[in-house]
Every structure is written in structure tokens, then in C-alpha cells.
């Protein structure tokens, strides 16, 4: 009987576009093909990971489902292009040198928390990395914070300036090793060092004073999160009135003392992005006052970088950790910038001779509809480009003017920077030029046009203006719901519902409680809610009752308006009409007595929503078609009546969930998109979510971009 010939050799190229590159890519490939004795070659391209691999075609095939299931856990594949090549007659699997001559199209990675490998050996005394505050692994460290050029090669990060000594090159060296290409690859004889003690940074804190710490992506303010006294100084050196801090807890089991932490937070918290996760309290625990007294919530994270997690063992007790800045200033990354910056405000600095390429702030997540909300997306999640459905043009867009983002597009894919935060200072803006300067250059951008928002007193759109590059310009509420149904892939047609503060309206006046139907890339503006006067304009902003006073003005008459504003209102001086939300919920809070002034931004509104609680009632004011006349009539009885504040925000709540199915089901478009800043708000989000759908509606909501002005930039590229 003949024997079965071997089936001929054949040969692959896999080419894997995303976030492919640190995160020991190349490594597990290599294993992988040796492992199953193939051949060939794998490479970091500009573009992305390119595989070459030759053996039997059953073997191949069985090459690339492995490659797609066991790949690592860090990478993000947007891309797999797979294509059968002449066979090359390869003896061997090698790991090649980056290619740098294809266009820069690949994900730079994020920064990632230290993985459990690595604390292991952090807190291992026989480890020559114990207690090394700068350990990492291809599993983890520093990435995007470190990069000056892709591909994503040591000679291309700040980590060039520390040589490999013999230990650290062998496991650089070495594909079976977790540290092969680790490019921040480091021990205590050739890395970064600290500037001072961990024992006496943490003495420091204990005594009350405030520490200027170097992390990450920029530095960080600390200060121990039980000492009121200490908290107050921070608030008042740092000209942060209300606005909550966030902590950084010791550990899960420490969150836990202080939090009610549901499965899907405690996955977020430990995650490889270790954001802020913003959690219900626990009562009675010895957390200050006046951390975040003006919330409902804790925003808590955990030690996410070596450093950290050195700190927190010395400490074991919660602390503030908050960006190290002065309020509206861009965080301060290197060290002499700090001193200067800092000075006033931190007794204590702990620095460490690693440079920061750019500054990136913590990211703050919600958990809504039971995954992830991004609510400020920057470590841990930028500059992680966002797949889109079709190719778009080659544009930077500059976003809007509170917190800022900027992006650009290159093919299918939009690389969204780090939440650069609100232009309202002059190092505000100039750490926005260098957020586009940075980005175009890391990805050798040329930009055909800029996109911008309409708002023509944005410190974005004046940048544009002068940018000397063919301007685009694009409404705000329009570009919010762009970004959603992006992200998301959707098509059309659509409904578009985008409610937030404030925008500039295609009209010229305020806009921010719109409907648009979209279809073939037109908007169409089908309803609005009901104008009102903001008098004194921007104040109305901060100053929530001016907007109650408004609407007082318009359902009972001047009589009804005892304050400096009735003038405005009666003459209509300096009053611009808005259709905003945001300004109807900072009007219901000041008639509740809840709030009369926003501190922050959406400070009422989420006041407003936390008087909710467990309440559940399918109560509802009247908004018809969005009028609100109706609605006030009754909030004002109510009150009268002495009627729990709780029962008229449920009321509310219910309301603006009615408004939105109404218009849905006039609209007769199946798929719903939710955006703007209000929708923020869980109950509102979820509610309006779990109605519709339960109505035959397909609900789509962000998951990988702020719903507030945070994801402008998105928007605006999609809509170029």
C-alpha cells in the first residue's frame, strides 16, 4: 500500500492592525509557531504586527485560530488581514527588527497597572526587583506616557536614556522570557531611581502634609483622605472649592470597608486601566467630610503603578490623589516644572529621574446599563484608536472648549488624545497646541482641514481660525450624537437625542435639549425642548437659580421673581433664550432647595439625581412635546405641599424618560442614540434605556468615549 504523501508546505502572512505592539506580541507568536514547529518571521510594523509563518495548511489554519484565542490579554486587534504568499523554504522561526517604512496607522498602548506577576516580585525579598518602584513586564508599565515615536521600540521612548545592564538585556533578549521587548525593561542597577524615600513620603502624609508625588503620566497631589484639616488646605492652595477628590485606596478589602463595590466595579477596579471608579459610600466610615461632600459618590482607585503600590503598603490608610495642579491648569509632568508649580502648595516631593513624554490624568469610570462608562478618558484607555465603519478623511479635529480632547483620522481608525480638561487659562491652552502638535507628530499627521465647533468664542475654535488649514465647522449637539452612533457602528437612520449644558444652536442661540433624526449623513432637528432666558448668560452656568428665576418669570409673572434679575428678564437685556436640560435640571434644583449654584459642572444635576435613592415610582411630571411650563407648575405645588424631594426628582427623571419615548415613537425610528453630558446621569440613562427597549427600540449608548464634551472630537472627524 503507498504511503499518504506529506501535504506541501505553504506560507501565510497575517498582518494585525490595533493595539498590538507592548504588550509581548511577538513573544507569544514566536512561542507559538515554535510550539507547533512552523516557520518563518514576526515583526512590529508602523502599521501594526506582521506574522510570516510556512508549514502544512491544516497546521496554518490551526496557527491563526490559536493566534486569535491565546493572544495577550492587553491587545486590542481592530484589523486581521490574512493572505497566501509563494512559500520561502524557512528553516527556522526568527523575531525581526521593526519595520518603520509603512504608513503609522498602529495603537499606541496605554499605560497599564502593574500586573500580578510583577507585585509579586516587588514584595518578594529573595526578587532582585523587591521593592524597585520602576518594575514592569511586557504585561505591563508605562507605554503611551513614555513613547516619543512608533513603532513602539526602546530607542523610541524616554527609557533610551537608561542602558540594559547584563541581567535586564537577557531578559530583553530572551522570547521566553515575559520581559522580551519589555521596553521600560529596568532593575535597581540600570533604571530610573527615586528621589527620595517612600519611608519619609509616607511620614509626610501621616503628619497631614501634602505631597507632590511623580506618577505615571504627570504628578499627583496626596494627602491623607481622614484629616479634614488636611483636605482644607488642599481645597484652598489648589482653588478647589467643592469638587470631589478622588482616593486611592490600599487595597480591594480596604475599598470595601468604604464602599459598596458591585462585581462589575470591582472588575473595573482591577483592570488593567485601573481607572477612578465612582462608588455609593458606606456611612460611618472615617473618611473626611469634606473629600466629597458635595457628591453622592467616592471615586476610588487602586495602586496601579509599582510606586503606588510601595506607598500604600507603608500607608495602609485612604488618600486623596488628585491631579498635581493648580484648578483649570494642565497636571505638571517634569520635575523642575513641579517645583516651580507646586511650591504653594505641597510641604513634600517625591521625584524620580524618569522622563514623561505627556501628561495623562487619571480616567474616571461609572458603571451604567452594567458596563463601563468612560466619563474623562485618558490613562489606561487613550490614545487606544477607535474603529470606525468607513474610511474618513485625513482631519485633526479640536473639540470643544471644557473638557477638551482632540483627535485625528487615518483610514478606518480615530486616535482620540488624553483628556487634555477646560481651555479656560492660558496653560490650558498651550497644553492643548501641544496635545495636537504631539499627536500629529506621533502618527507624522498632515492634516488636510481642522474641524471645530460652531461656538464661536471657543479658545478651539480660535486655534482653528488661525490654524491656516481649510476650517470645517461643526454643530456641537450634532457632532455628540455623531460620536455615539460611531462608535457604536451605526448607520442610520437614527434618532439622535443630545442633551446637555450649553451649545452654540445652528439659530445662534443656546442650544442642549435636541432631537435630530439622521439619515445618509443629514440632520434634521425634529424637536427641542422649550425655550427659556438665561439671564446674565454664561452666570446662568454657575448660578442655578437665575435659571429658576426664568422659568418662575415665564409661569407666574415678574411678581413671582423677588431677585437682581427680574430687570433682565422684564427689559430682556443680557438674557439668552436656551432649550438646555442642563439648565432645566439647575432650575428644578434651585426650586427644591437642593442647589442654587453649580461649584463644578453638573454639580446640581447630580444632586438632583442622588435624591432618587431606592425610590421607585412610575409618577411622572407633564412635559409634552417639551414643554416645560406644566412641569414647573406642578414641582411648585408640590413644594408647597411639602411633598419629599426625593418624590419630585423621581418625578423629573420621569418626565424627561417620558419625552424621549414620546419623540421616539412619533419619529418611528427603531435605533435610539443617547448623548451629551446629561446623559451622565444613571438613572436617567438607564431608565430612558430599559423603557424604550422594552417598546421594540434598539438602545445605543458611549462605551468608549465620554457621552460629554469629552467625546466632541470623535464626533466632529465622523462628521468631516
Not at 406644566?630 to 420621569?654: C, M, T, W
Request: glycine residues 8%; neutral net charge.
Amino acid at each position: 500500500m503507498p504511503v499518504a504523501s506529506k501535504p506541501a508546505a505553504q506560507r501565510l502572512r497575517i498582518t494585525l492592525r490595533g493595539a498590538v505592539q507592548g504588550v509581548g506580541f511577538r513573544p507569544f507568536v514566536y512561542r507559538l509557531a515554535t510550539e507547533m514547529s512552523l516557520t518563518g518571521w514576526v515583526l512590529n510594523s508602523s502599521a501594526g504586527l506582521v506574522v510570516e509563518v510556512e508549514g502544512a495548511p491544516d497546521e496554518l489554519r490551526r496557527f491563526e485560530q490559536r493566534l486569535e484565542a491565546e493572544r495577550p490579554k492587553a491587545s486590542v486587534v481592530t484589523v486581521r488581514e490574512s493572505e497566501w504568499i509563494p512559500v520561502q523554504g524557512s528553516t527556522t522561526f526568527e523575531i525581526h527588527h521593526s519595520d518603520t517604512d509603512s504608513a503609522k496607522s498602529v495603537n499606541v498602548l496605554p499605560d497599564l497597572a502593574t500586573c500580578a506577576d510583577c507585585r509579586a516580585e516587588l514584595f518578594d525579598p529573595a526578587n532582585r526587583r523587591f521593592q524597585y518602584p520602576f518594575t514592569n513586564c511586557t504585561n505591563c508599565g508605562p507605554r503611551y506616557t513614555i513613547v516619543v515615536d512608533i513603532p513602539y521600540d526602546r530607542p523610541n521612548t524616554t527609557m533610551r536614556e537608561f542602558e540594559l545592564c547584563p541581567a535586564c538585556c537577557e531578559e530583553y533578549e530572551n522570547p521566553a522570557n515575559r520581559r522580551f521587548h519589555a521596553q521600560p525593561n529596568a532593575c535597581p542597577v540600570c533604571g530610573p531611581k527615586l528621589d527620595g524615600t517612600i519611608a519619609d513620603t509616607a511620614a509626610a502624609l501621616r503628619r497631614g502634609e501634602i505631597v507632590a508625588l511623580k506618577g505615571i503620566g504627570g504628578f499627583q497631589l496626596l494627602v491623607d483622605a481622614r484629616q479634614a484639616a488636611a483636605v482644607a488646605r488642599l481645597r484652598q492652595r489648589k482653588h478647589r472649592e467643592e469638587k470631589p477628590f478622588a482616593l486611592m485606596m490600599p487595597s480591594l478589602e480596604t475599598a470595601r470597608e468604604y464602599c459598596e463595590i458591585a462585581p462589575a466595579e470591582q472588575e473595573l477596579l482591577e483592570s488593567q486601566a485601573a481607572p477612578i471608579v465612582l462608588l455609593r459610600p458606606k456611612s460611618g466610615s472615617d473618611i473626611a467630610w469634606n473629600v466629597a461632600h458635595c457628591s453622592p459618590y467616592l471615586g476610588v482607585m487602586l495602586p496601579y503603578s509599582p510606586l503606588h503600590h510601595l506607598l500604600m503598603r507603608e500607608c495602609s490608610f485612604p488618600l486623596i490623589a488628585t491631579s498635581g495642579n493648580r484648578s483649570d491648569e494642565p497636571i505638571a509632568i517634569a520635575n523642575d516644572e513641579a517645583a516651580t508649580r507646586l511650591k504653594d502648595i505641597a510641604n513634600h516631593f517625591l521625584t524620580h529621574n524618569r522622563p514623561i513624554v505627556r501628561a495623562c490624568d487619571d480616567s474616571v469610570v461609572r458603571l451604567t446599563r452594567g458596563r463601563a462608562g468612560i466619563l474623562r478618558r485618558s490613562r489606561g484607555y487613550a490614545p487606544l484608536g477607535i474603529r470606525v465603519a468607513r474610511n474618513v478623511p485625513p482631519v485633526l479635529a479640536v473639540g470643544g472648549h471644557l473638557k477638551n480632547t482632540v483627535a485625528i483620522g487615518i483610514g478606518q481608525d480615530i486616535f482620540l488624545s488624553q483628556h487634555i480638561g477646560d481651555l479656560e487659562t492660558v496653560e490650558a491652552r498651550q497644553a492643548f497646541e501641544r496635545a495636537i502638535d504631539d499627536l500629529c507628530r506621533l502618527y507624522s499627521f498632515k492634516p488636510e482641514a481642522v474641524v471645530c465647533d460652531l461656538h464661536p468664542d471657543y479658545a478651539s475654535t480660535h486655534w482653528a481660525e488661525k490654524s491656516g488649514l481649510p476650517i470645517i465647522r461643526v454643530q456641537h449637539h450634532q457632532a455628540h450624537v455623531a460620536a455615539c452612533a460611531a462608535e457604536n457602528n451605526v448607520e442610520g437612520p437614527y434618532l439622535g437625542v443630545s442633551w446637555d449644558g450649553t451649545g452654540y444652536g445652528l439659530d445662534g442661540t443656546i442650544w442642549g435639549g435636541e432631537f435630530f433624526t439622521v439619515e445618509n449623513n443629514q440632520y434634521e432637528r425634529v424637536a427641542h425642548l422649550r425655550p427659556f432666558g438665561l439671564p446674565g448668560g454664561d452666570a446662568a452656568v454657575r448660578e442655578g437659580w437665575r435659571s429658576a428665576a426664568s422659568v418662575l418669570f415665564e409661569v407666574l409673572g415678574p411678581d413671582a421673581v423677588d431677585s437682581p434679575v427680574r430687570p433682565m428678564l422684564e427689559r430682556k437685556i443680557n438674557v439668552v433664550r436656551t432649550t438646555s436640560v442642563g439648565r432645566l435640571f439647575d432650575a428644578v434644583a434651585s426650586l427644591t432647595g437642593l442647589a442654587q449654584q453649580n461649584r463644578f459642572e453638573g454639580q446640581a444635576a447630580m444632586l438632583l439625581e442622588n435624591e432618587i435613592g431606592s425610590l421607585h415610582t412610575e409618577e411622572a411630571y407633564p412635559l409634552v412635546s417639551g414643554d416645560w411650563a406644566p412641569l414647573i407648575a406642578q414641582v411648585l405645588r408640590d413644594k408647597q405641599e411639602g411633598l419629599p424631594i426625593p418624590r419630585i426628582a423621581s418625578r423629573f427623571h420621569n418626565a424627561l424618560v417620558n419625552w424621549i419615548v414620546e419623540v421616539a415613537v412619533t419619529s418611528g425610528v427603531k435605533q435610539i442614540v443617547l448623548s451629551g453630558g446629561v446623559f451622565q446621569n444613571r438613572y436617567l440613562t438607564e431608565r430612558a434605556a430599559a423603557l424604550l427597549e422594552s417598546r421594540g427600540f434598539v438602545v445605543h449608548t458611549h462605551r468608549q468615549v465620554p457621552p460629554n464634551d469629552g467625546g466632541l472630537a470623535l464626533g466632529q472627524v465622523v462628521m468631516a
